[in-house]
C-alpha cells in the first residue's frame, strides 16, 4: 500500500486518516483560516462496541478500519473483527464531501453474522480539541440543553440542581436542534444529524452524548460529541446512561446504521454550526393549526370577551389559575379597541369589545395603584396619550436612576417574585450576585428608556439605550431575561427578543448599521431555544420554544424538554419586525421562523369549551401533555396574528434624519404611509379607518409648530386634545406635538411648520 495518507479535502475542510501501518485508528478534522490548518478534532472510535456474550459476560472491544476506497470526494473504510464465540462483526463507514463545502457527511454500517445482544454500538464521534486546543474553548451547544460560555462545564449544577443536572445523553425529544458543537478562537467543529434517522429497522431517534469538556474518559482533553445506539427507550437506555442497561439485540441481515455530518467553521463560533445545520436540512414546514390568522383573531376575541372577562372586576384573567385576579391587561385591551375600529370584525363582537375597554380602562384610571391607563399603543386610538406618556417618562426616568455607568442594570434579590415558599435565602444565594448583570436583564431594564427616547428623541434617554446596547452587545448569550424566577446567566430565550428589539429601536435613533447587525445576531440566538425538528409522534414540537436551559428557583421545575410558547410568541413579534428590516439571513428566513411560531402557539389554543382560545403555559414534548395545568389568555397569540391578518395593532416610531444630524420622531395610532422632513416642515400621509380618530406625536422639533393643517384645513391649537373633536397640542414636558384627527377617508395628509433652530 502507499504511504500516502488518504486524506478528503474541501476549500476549508480537511478529513485525514490517522495510520498505525495499514491500519485507521481514527481521522482528523481541520479547518483552513489564516492560510494554515487548523486542527479541530478527532474521528474516534471509529468502531467501539459493548455487547453481552454467548455466556452473558460484558464484552468491550474496538474495530480498526482499514481504506477500502478513496477518491477525491470520497472515503470509504471498513473492518471486521471475530470474537470469542465465532460471531463476525463487520463494519463499514463512508464520508463523502457534498453539497456543502463545510460539511462531510459520515455513513457507518454495522452487521452481524448470528444474534448478538449489544449494549453499545459507538457510531460518529467528534474528540473536538483533541490534539490542538484540550480542553478549552470559547463557547458549546446542545441545543435545548447546554449553551455554555468559558469554563462553563456541560451537565453542571450552576442552573439545575443535581437531580436535574445531567444532560449527557438527553431524551431525544429535549433536543431542539439536533447538532453538537463546539467553539475555540472563533473557529467551530460540531456534529449534525437528522433525529429521525432508523438506526435498527424502525426504531428511531439515535442516542447523543455531549460532554464539554469530556469528562466521561480519564485523562481526556477534549470534547465528546457522538451518536450511538441503542436509543434512549425505558426498554434499554435511561437518561444519562452511556451505556444500556439492558441489551437491544442486533440479528443477522438487518444491520444497524447511523448517519451524521462533521462540520468546521472558520468564524463565527458555535453559531455557524447552527448556520450549517440549517444549511443542510433546512427551517421546517409550517405547521398547520386547522384555521387561518383571521379566524384566530376572532377566537382570541371570542376568548378575551367570553373567558378571560371579569364583569364584576371589569378586568381580564391573565391565567384561569392566576392568584392575583381579574386586572386590566394592556395588550388585551389595545387588541380588543383595535378590532373594534376593524370594519372586517364581526359587528357583534366588535361592539362587544368597545364596552370591555372603556370599562376596563375606567376601572384602571380611577385606582392610582394600578398605574396610568391606557398604554401608548392603545392611547394613540384611544386618547389619554399625555397621561399614557407622563406613564413612560416616570418609568424610564426610574430606570435611568438605576442603570450603572457601563450601561447595564444591576440584579438584585428584590427582582426575584416571592411565589409560595419558593423564595429561600438559600436557593437566591444560587440564583444571582447583587450589582450582578446579563443580557436579557439589561433589555429588559431598557425597554421604557428605549421607547420613550424613540417617542420623543430625548437625548438622555437615547445615550442611555445606547449605553445598553453596546454593554450587551459586548456579550454573546442571551441570559437572564426572567430573573423573576430563575438564575440570573441561565441561558434564556427571552432575552433574544429584548435584544432584537434594544437594537433595532438603537439602530432606527442612530442610523448605525452595527446595531442592526447586532439584532441579527441576537435573532439567530434564539434559535438553540426553538425546535426545529418533530417526532413522528409529537407533531407538536416543531417551533415550540424552551425557555430556559435550567430550572426555576434552582429546584423546583425543570424546563428541559417543555414547551412555554409564550417565550416563543415574544420571540416572534420580534422576528417580525427584523424582517421589516432585513428578511433573512442565509438560511435564516426570519418571516417563516416567526409564523411558525406563531402557528405553534395557534395549535396549542382550545377551539371550544372553558378554556376557548387560551393555551397551556407549559408542555411537554417528553410526555405529549400539558407539564401542568395553567391555561393563559391569548394576547401574546394576537399580539402576532392581527398584524398577520391585515389589523395593526402597534404604534412603531419612523425616525426620520436631516442633513445637520438632527431628527424628526413620528409616533402615530394611524399606519404612516409616508413622511417627508424638510427644514422646519413635516408632511404625512395617514392611513387609518375611515371614521376614526388617530393621534400622532412628533418629538425632535425644535418648538411648538407655527401651524399644522390636515387636508389643507389648518387644525387649532388646544390645551387638551382629548377635549376636542380635532386639533394639536404642544406637550412641553416631553417637547412633542401631539395631533389629533378624525378620518374622513383611509388616508390624510397633515402638513406641519414650525421654526427652524
Request: hydrophobic letters at 40%; aromatic letters at 10%; glycine letters at 8%.
Amino acid at each position: 500500500m502507499s504511504n500516502t495518507v488518504p486524506v478528503l479535502e474541501a476549500d476549508r475542510l480537511r478529513l485525514a486518516c490517522q495510520m498505525r501501518g495499514e491500519q485507521v485508528t481514527g481521522l482528523t478534522l481541520e479547518v483552513y483560516e489564516g492560510d494554515t490548518w487548523h486542527r479541530m478534532a478527532v474521528v474516534s472510535p471509529l468502531c467501539h462496541l459493548i455487547y453481552l456474550d454467548g455466556q452473558g459476560e460484558r464484552r468491550v472491544v474496538e474495530i480498526v478500519g482499514a481504506v477500502l476506497g478513496a477518491g477525491e470526494r470520497s472515503l470509504e473504510l471498513n473492518g471486521r473483527l471475530e470474537d470469542g464465540d465465532g460471531v463476525e462483526w463487520r463494519w463499514a463507514a463512508r464520508f463523502s464531501l457534498g453539497d456543502h463545502p463545510d460539511q462531510v457527511l459520515a455513513e457507518y454500517r454495522l452487521e452481524v453474522s448470528a444474534p448478538r445482544r449489544l449494549l453499545r454500538w459507538m457510531g460518529p464521534s467528534l474528540l473536538a480539541g483533541e490534539g490542538s486546543f484540550g480542553a478549552a474553548k470559547d463557547e458549546a451547544l446542545f441545543p435545548g440543553l447546554e449553551y455554555l460560555l468559558g469554563d462553563e462545564p456541560s451537565s453542571d449544577t450552576r442552573f439545575a440542581a443535581e437531580k436535574y443536572a445531567n444532560r449527557t445523553v438527553p431524551h431525544p425529544y429535549k433536543i431542539t436542534v439536533p447538532l453538537m458543537a463546539v467553539s475555540h478562537g472563533g473557529r467551530s467543529v460540531g456534529l449534525l444529524w437528522d433525529p429521525n434517522q432508523d438506526w435498527n429497522s424502525a426504531w428511531r431517534h439515535p442516542a447523543a452524548l455531549f460532554s464539554s469538556p469530556n469528562r466521561l474518559q480519564p485523562g481526556a482533553e477534549n470534547h465528546w460529541m457522538a451518536l450511538f445506539a441503542p436509543a434512549v427507550e425505558p426498554r434499554w437506555l435511561r437518561e444519562g446512561e452511556t451505556e444500556a442497561h439492558a441489551p437491544c439485540d442486533i440479528q443477522p441481515g438487518r444491520p444497524w446504521t447511523l448517519t451524521a455530518r462533521f462540520v468546521v467553521a472558520p468564524s463565527g463560533g458555535v453559531l455557524a454550526v447552527l448556520r450549517a445545520w440549517l444549511g443542510a436540512y433546512g427551517l421546517p414546514p409550517l405547521p398547520d393549526p386547522g384555521h387561518d390568522y383571521r379566524e384566530n383573531v376572532d377566537l382570541c376575541v371570542r376568548s378575551f370577551l367570553d373567558v378571560a372577562w371579569d364583569e364584576a372586576a371589569e378586568g381580564w384573567h391573565h391565567t384561569l389559575a392566576d392568584p392575583w385576579g381579574p386586572r386590566y391587561e394592556a395588550h388585551v385591551a389595545n387588541l380588543l379597541w383595535r378590532y373594534g375600529r376593524w370594519p372586517d370584525g364581526d359587528p357583534v363582537l366588535r361592539a362587544r369589545a368597545r364596552d370591555q375597554v372603556r370599562r376596563a380602562v375606567a376601572r384602571a384610571r380611577s385606582q392610582a395603584d394600578r398605574g396610568a391607563a391606557p398604554h401608548l399603543d392603545l392611547a394613540l386610538v384611544y386618547g389619554h396619550v399625555v397621561e399614557a406618556l407622563d406613564a413612560l417618562a416616570a418609568e424610564a426616568r426610574q430606570a435611568m436612576a438605576e442603570q450603572q455607568p457601563d450601561g447595564s442594570w444591576p440584579w438584585k434579590p428584590d427582582a426575584v417574585h416571592a411565589v409560595a415558599d419558593f423564595k429561600t435565602p438559600e436557593r437566591l444565594a444560587v440564583m444571582g450576585k447583587p450589582g450582578d448583570s446579563a443580557t436579557g436583564f439589561t433589555a429588559s431594564q431598557a425597554s421604557a428608556v428605549l421607547r420613550y427616547a424613540l417617542c420623543t428623541g430625548d437625548p438622555e434617554t437615547v445615550a442611555a439605550v445606547r449605553r445598553a446596547a453596546d454593554w450587551c452587545n459586548a456579550r454573546t448569550r442571551p441570559e437572564g431575561a426572567q430573573a423573576w424566577e430563575l438564575h440570573l446567566h441561565v441561558p434564556d430565550v427571552l432575552a433574544a427578543p429584548y435584544l432584537v428589539h434594544l437594537n433595532l429601536g438603537v439602530y432606527d435613533l442612530t442610523g448605525d448599521e452595527a446595531y442592526l447587525e447586532a439584532a441579527n445576531r441576537w435573532a439567530w440566538t434564539g434559535l438553540p431555544f426553538t425546535y426545529l425538528w418533530s417526532g413522528y409522534y409529537r407533531p407538536i414540537m416543531r417551533y415550540g420554544t424552551i425557555p430556559v436551559f435550567g430550572v426555576t428557583f434552582h429546584d423546583v421545575q425543570p424546563w428541559f424538554g417543555v414547551i412555554v410558547q409564550w417565550n416563543g410568541l415574544v420571540y416572534a413579534d420580534a422576528l417580525l419586525r427584523l424582517a421589516r428590516y432585513r428578511l433573512g439571513d442565509g438560511p435564516a428566513d426570519w418571516r417563516h421562523l416567526a409564523e411558525g411560531l406563531v402557528r405553534n402557539g395557534m395549535q396549542q389554543q382550545m377551539s371550544c369549551g372553558p378554556y376557548l382560545g387560551m393555551y397551556p403555559d407549559a408542555f411537554s414534548a417528553v410526555k405529549g401533555d400539558e407539564e401542568y395545568t395553567w391555561w393563559l389568555n391569548p394576547q401574546l397569540i394576537g399580539v402576532n396574528t392581527f398584524p398577520l391578518a391585515g389589523l395593526s395593532v402597534a404604534c412603531l416610531t419612523q425616525v426620520l434624519r436631516g442633513d445637520a444630524g438632527d431628527s424628526i420622531h413620528v409616533t402615530s395610532g394611524a399606519t404612516v404611509v409616508q413622511a417627508l422632513q424638510s427644514a422646519g416642515s413635516l408632511r404625512l400621509l395617514l392611513r387609518d379607518q375611515p371614521g376614526e380618530v388617530s393621534f400622532t406625536m412628533i418629538g425632535g422639533i425644535s418648538g411648538p409648530p407655527t401651524e399644522i393643517a390636515c387636508e389643507g384645513k389648518t387644525l387649532a391649537s388646544v390645551e387638551d386634545v382629548d377635549a376636542v373633536e380635532e386639533g394639536w397640542q404642544w406637550v412641553s414636558a416631553h417637547r412633542v406635538v401631539l395631533i389629533k384627527v378624525r378620518h374622513e377617508r383611509p388616508v390624510v395628509q397633515i402638513e406641519a411648520t414650525w421654526s427652524p433652530q
